[in-house]
Antibody, heavy 120, light 107 residues
Framework: EVQLVESGGGVVRPGGSLRLSCAAS????????MNWVRQAPGKGLEWVSD????????GYTDSVKGRFSISRDNARNSLYMQMDSLRAEDTALYYC?????????????WGQGTMVTVSS | EIVLTQSPATLSVSPGERATLSCRAS??????LAWYQQKPGQAPRVLMY???TRDTGIPARFSGSGSGTEFTLTISSLQSEDFAVYYC?????????FGGGTKVEIK
């Protein structure tokens, strides 16, 4: 079964750090670009970051540039997000999502998400 | 940044009726648009990509159309399982962006 499972969320104080992980199974992880998408409570979807299949090209939404860092380990079938200098507005459910195809950057497989709460 | 504006915000439809959802882009995005369905407590599911290509296993009652800046998702005959929130997403230019969503509710 094709699956993505996120972990690493929790409650953290403003200015703190967290590292999210996403474990992939059921497909050849190294063949696909991957993304993080977040959803604040009761709000819509927001793209956060992406990484190509090899890990040498990354992208970020402006609000997290310089604070978040995406990475991957294809040998471990895992995607990561290092989140530093966290702010209250980073509070959200964080999903990892697979890119369907390099021609169609739609997200065809999603995890169930891991919740990040930034609060004092 | 490309802004996607979805309308209406809420659509009240009776089962069996047709639903038409709109997504407008603030600038040209060719056909680089996907549609997602999200039910409460669940992750989004992709319905459509490349504006009008249904993803694997998506029923034929879902159809997408449009190019440039105007796009439409049509559900030809709403089933009970179709009541959900729908999002459009563009992948023509980074940063990737989503629309604000349309909630399809039971009338």
């Amino acid at each position: 079964e094709v699956q993505l499972v996120e972990s690493g969320g929790g409650v953290v104080r403003p200015g703190g750090s967290l590292r999210l992980s996403c474990a992939a199974s059921g497909f050849t992880f190294g063949d696909y670009a991957m993304n993080w998408v977040r959803q604040a409570p009761g709000k819509g979807l927001e793209w956060v970051s992406d990484i190509n299949w090899s890990g040498d090209t990354t992208g970020y939404t402006d609000s997290v540039k310089g604070r978040f860092s995406i990475s991957r380990d294809n040998a471990r079938n895992s995607l990561y997000m290092q989140m530093d200098s966290l702010r209250a507005e980073d509070t959200a459910l964080y999903y990892c999502a697979r890119v369907k195809d390099s021609k169609y950057w739609a997200f065809d497989i999603w995890g169930q998400g891991t919740m990040v709460t930034v609060s004092s | 940044e490309i802004v996607l504006t979805q309308s209406p915000a809420t659509l009240s439809v009776s089962p069996g009726e047709r639903a038409t959802l709109s997504c407008r882009a603030s600038q040209y995005i060719n056909i680089d648009l996907a549609w997602y369905q999200q039910k409460p407590g669940q992750a989004p599911r992709v319905l459509m990509y490349h504006s009008s290509t249904r993803d694997t296993g998506i029923p034929a009652r879902f159809s997408g159309s449009g190019s440039g800046t105007e796009f439409t998702l049509t559900i030809s005959s709403l089933q009970s399982e179709d009541f959900a929130v729908y999002y459009c997403q563009q992948y023509h230019k980074w940063p990737l962006t989503f629309g604000g969503g349309t909630k399809v509710e039971i009338k």
